[in-house]
């Protein structure tokens, strides 16, 4: 690398939960540096959470903490020019991608959705993603597939 590796940036823990996690994925909603309005999205998408989740001995906020990590993948393939022909390698993925992944694919697939507002499409999503199901957990297994199925590649690492 010609320069030195930039250093991360602290964020600052959102208002309500006090929760750095909550602020990079209110990052992530935000669309045209509009924050507050993706605060508020996130806030509403919580309170639908709370009000809807059948798990009564779990706030709304662990509610969407367990949707996150069910999404996370644990494993991707990248491509690799071996020769002249390009394999797809099984990797691991390091701690902060995972999260970055679930995230994206959350709020990806929560705009996808067909109920009325941002907010409600966010919170059906969450709570699917909760119980195991939904398109971001879908997109998940598909990579884990994806990886297994090329699993003969992995000598090629690099």
């Given at each position: 690398m010609r320069k030195r590796k930039a250093k991360k940036r602290p964020l600052l823990p959102d208002p309500r939960f006090n929760?750095?996690?909550?602020?990079?994925?209110?990052?992530?909603?935000?669309?045209?540096?509009?924050k507050s309005v993706a605060f508020k999205i996130f806030y509403d998408a919580i309170?639908?959470?709370?009000?809807?989740?059948?798990n009564e001995e779990k706030s709304a906020l662990e509610t969407w903490?367990?949707?996150?990590?069910?999404?996370m993948p644990h494993v991707e393939v990248r491509s690799r020019r071996v020769g002249g022909a390009t394999f797809?390698?099984?990797m691991q993925i390091r701690p902060d991608r995972k999260v970055s992944m679930a995230m994206k694919w959350l709020i990806?697939?929560?705009?996808?959705?067909?109920e009325k507002t941002?907010?409600?499409?966010?919170?059906?999503e969450i709570l699917a993603a909760a119980r195991e199901e939904g398109a971001a957990v879908k997109k998940r297994v598909d990579t884990h597939k994806m990886a297994e199925a090329n699993k003969a590649f992995s000598h090629f690492r690099f």
């Amino acid at each position: 690398m010609r320069k030195r590796k930039a250093k991360k940036r602290p964020l600052l823990p959102d208002p309500r939960f006090n929760d750095q996690l909550v602020t990079r994925f209110v990052n992530n909603l935000m669309w045209d540096g509009k924050k507050s309005v993706a605060f508020k999205i996130f806030y509403d998408a919580i309170d639908v959470v709370e009000e809807k989740k059948q798990n009564e001995e779990k706030s709304a906020l662990e509610t969407w903490k367990d949707a996150l990590s069910n999404v996370m993948p644990h494993v991707e393939v990248r491509s690799r020019r071996v020769g002249g022909a390009t394999f797809q390698i099984p990797m691991q993925i390091r701690p902060d991608r995972k999260v970055s992944m679930a995230m994206k694919w959350l709020i990806a697939f929560a705009r996808k959705r067909n109920e009325k507002t941002m907010a409600q499409k966010l919170a059906a999503e969450i709570l699917a993603a909760a119980r195991e199901e939904g398109a971001a957990v879908k997109k998940r297994v598909d990579t884990h597939k994806m990886a297994e199925a090329n699993k003969a590649f992995s000598h090629f690492r690099f």
